[in-house]
């Protein structure tokens, strides 16, 4: 198979080229840094590289959670403008299959329950809780404390930031384009990416990121809110092969099919911390009871429907996978 590699030279994308080039597939980068040309919001460009292309992986966005909303319009720019060029130009060259980088964002606070309401949906936490260092959302309903569980694709939608809201209205598009098309769209809802090659010394980077940065200037990774906050930190090896197994699937024609990709495996960002520093020698992280209002306090996935689904399973544990990143290379951010 021939497949476009949208933001191919990315932490994520450039792994899913290796992982495809492995596969016996033949992978062709269109990303801005590698080429100013390749920009995806420029029709004619995407166009030209479409040229016998069987599928598309389509990587390129800005991430991060930016600037508030200064920046909005740049991140709706790279994001949405632009998987609504590349999709259009889909449509034209009749290139029918799509994968896209999507994001656990979409969800805002993971699954929680109350003893007496069941499943609830706490809304955004509140700057005076947060200042108070109260950082477990409450139970919308009576305030109870509540238990954090594992989020699956049905949750609605709840995107608490400029950038989550891109990541959500991709996914909008590219159901809309396979609606129209009859190709087949799949979104694999990445949770914590981490892993070699992630860029370092950026706030558009990931936690894991900062820490290990942190780590190699020989500082202390400094821990927000208690540290009791849980994630799915997932290697990018595994998620490089979901893109793999997706591409390679024959997905449901005409809909876009969502898979939260995640380890299975939550740990809190305090663990991950500690796992890292431990790992690089030193220094111990240090929790500071900061905090960052776009955050939400735990967000883990059942990933069961990746696995049966695409017959997909990580491959990288937690321990190997920490211990590998405290030494691995990461490169400049942009
Ligand atoms: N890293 C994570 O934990 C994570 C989690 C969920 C989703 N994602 C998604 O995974 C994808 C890859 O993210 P990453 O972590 O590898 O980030 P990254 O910044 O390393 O890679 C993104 C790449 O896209 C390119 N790009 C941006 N705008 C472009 C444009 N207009 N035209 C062409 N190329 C463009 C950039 O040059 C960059 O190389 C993104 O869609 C991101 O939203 C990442
Ligand atoms: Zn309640």
Redesign the pocket.
């Known amino acids: 198979m021939r497949v476009l590699v949208?933001?191919?030279?990315?932490?994520?994308?450039?792994?899913v080229v290796t992982a495809l080039g492995e596969h016996g597939h033949e992978a062709v980068v269109?990303?801005?840094?590698?080429d100013p040309g390749?920009?995806?919001?420029?029709p004619a460009a995407v166009r030209h590289a479409l040229a016998g292309v069987d599928a598309v992986c389509?990587?390129?966005?800005?991430?991060?959670l930016g600037d508030g909303v200064a920046d909005a319009a740049e991140y709706v720019?790279?994001?949405d403008l632009?998987t609504a060029v590349l999709l259009a130009a889909m449509a034209e060259a009749g290139v029918r299959r799509l994968v896209?980088?999507?994001?656990?964002?979409v969800y805002g606070e993971g699954r929680y329950e109350c003893r007496r309401h069941g499943v609830v949906r706490p809304g955004p936490r509140a700057v005076t809780d947060l200042d108070a260092g109260r950082f477990e959302p409450p139970c919308p309903v009576c305030g109870a404390a509540l238990a954090p569980g594992l989020v699956g694709e049905d949750a609605p939608a709840d995107p608490r930031n400029v950038?989550a809201t891109?990541?959500l209205t991709?996914e909008h598009l590219a159901a809309a384009w396979a609606r129209c098309t009859g190709g087949s769209a799949v979104s694999?809802?990445?949770?914590?990416?981490?892993g070699p090659?992630?860029?370092r010394d950026t706030p558009?980077?990931?936690v894991?990121s900062f820490f290990r940065s942190a780590l190699a200037r020989g500082e202390a990774p400094r821990v927000f809110e208690d540290g009791r906050q849980r994630r799915d930190f997932?290697h990018?090896r595994d998620?490089a092969a979901a893109n793999v197994a997706a591409l390679e699937a024959s997905s449901p024609a005409g809909v876009l099919t969502a898979y939260n990709?995640g380890s299975g495996d939550p740990h809190t960002v305090g663990e991950m911390a500690r796992a890292l520093a431990t790992a690089h020698g030193g220094p111990e992280p240090v929790v500071t009871g900061e905090y960052r209002l776009g955050d939400v306090r735990h967000i883990t996935a059942d990933s069961s429907r990746l696995r049966d689904g695409l017959g997909w399973k990580p491959e990288v544990s937690f321990e190997e996978g920490m211990a590998e990143f405290a030494r691995a290379g990461m490169r400049r951010?942009?």
């Open positions: 949208t933001g191919g030279a990315g932490f994520i994308g450039s792994h269109f990303d801005v840094r590698d390749a920009d995806v919001r420029d389509h990587q390129a966005a800005m991430v991060g720019s790279h994001n632009g896209l980088a999507g994001s656990m964002v950038y891109t990541k991709q694999l809802r990445y949770h914590n990416v981490y090659g992630m860029p558009y980077a990931g894991a997932v990018v998620v990709t951010g942009v």
